[in-house]
Each structure stands twice: as structure tokens, then as C-alpha cells.
Nanobody, 123 residues
Framework: QVQLVESGGGLVQAGGSLRLSCAVS????????AAWFRQSPGKERELVAA????????IDADSVKGRFTISRDNAKNTMYLQMNSLKPEDTAVYYC????????????????WGQGTQVTVST
């Protein structure tokens, strides 16, 4: 059974930074594409950023371009999301996800979810 555990969320002022981590266990992480999603109250869960198995291809949502960076360390079975210049509209629960069957990162088909970590950005 694959388990994904997020950490690093919290409360930060607008303009600040946070780094989220996602630790993967149960299978070799390098066989999965991976992604970060987020969901705020009343909104659908949205893809924030995704990264290929080898880490050589990434995509991110227009709303976070130039501010967020996704990365992974397969040797540590861990994925990261560096979030800079945070805005109040970035407030959400952030989820990491893994996929073994996506044909493209933009059409990310989730096989496994983490439990989520809250990020709150204050004004």
C-alpha cells in the first residue's frame, strides 16, 4: 500500500514563504509521476504543479507561475513544493498525489492521495 504524508503547512503572512514536503512509502517513488493539488472552501480541487518520474519535466498552474517550484528527490522518496511570494488567495488545503498511469502531466490521473496540509496566508 502506498502512503503519502504531507508536512510543512502553516500560517504565514502575505509575501512570505513555505516549503511543503511529501514523503512517500510503500513503493519506489521513482515509478510515479507526482503532483500537488489544493482545495479551498467552496472550490474544486485544482492542480497546482506536477513533476515527471525522473524530475525532468514539470508543469504548474498559471496562478502560481514564477512563485511556486515543484521538485523531487527520488533517493529520499520525497517531493517538495517551494512556495514564495504567498498571497491570501493561496490559502487552501494542499494535497500531494501520485500517478502510475498518466499519459501527460496536465491530465494527471491520481492513484494515491495524501491526507492534506493546511496553508493559510494572512494579509
Amino acid at each position: 500500500q502506498v502512503q503519502l504524508v504531507e508536512s510543512g503547512g502553516g500560517l504565514v503572512q502575505a509575501g512570505g514563504s513555505l516549503r511543503l514536503s511529501c514523503a512517500v512509502s510503500g513503493r519506489i517513488f521513482s515509478i510515479f509521476d507526482a503532483a500537488w493539488f489544493r482545495q479551498s472552501p467552496g472550490k474544486e480541487r485544482e492542480l497546482v504543479a506536477a513533476i515527471s518520474r525522473a524530475g525532468d519535466v514539470t508543469i504548474d498552474a498559471d496562478s502560481v507561475k514564477g512563485r511556486f517550484t515543484i521538485s523531487r528527490d527520488n533517493a529520499k522518496n520525497t517531493m517538495y513544493l517551494q512556495m514564495n511570494s504567498l498571497k491570501p488567495e493561496d490559502t487552501a488545503v494542499y494535497y500531494c498525489a501520485a500517478s502510475g498511469r498518466s499519459r501527460t502531466l496536465s491530465d494527471f490521473l491520481v492513484d494515491y492521495w495524501g491526507q492534506g496540509t493546511q496553508v493559510t496566508v494572512s494579509t
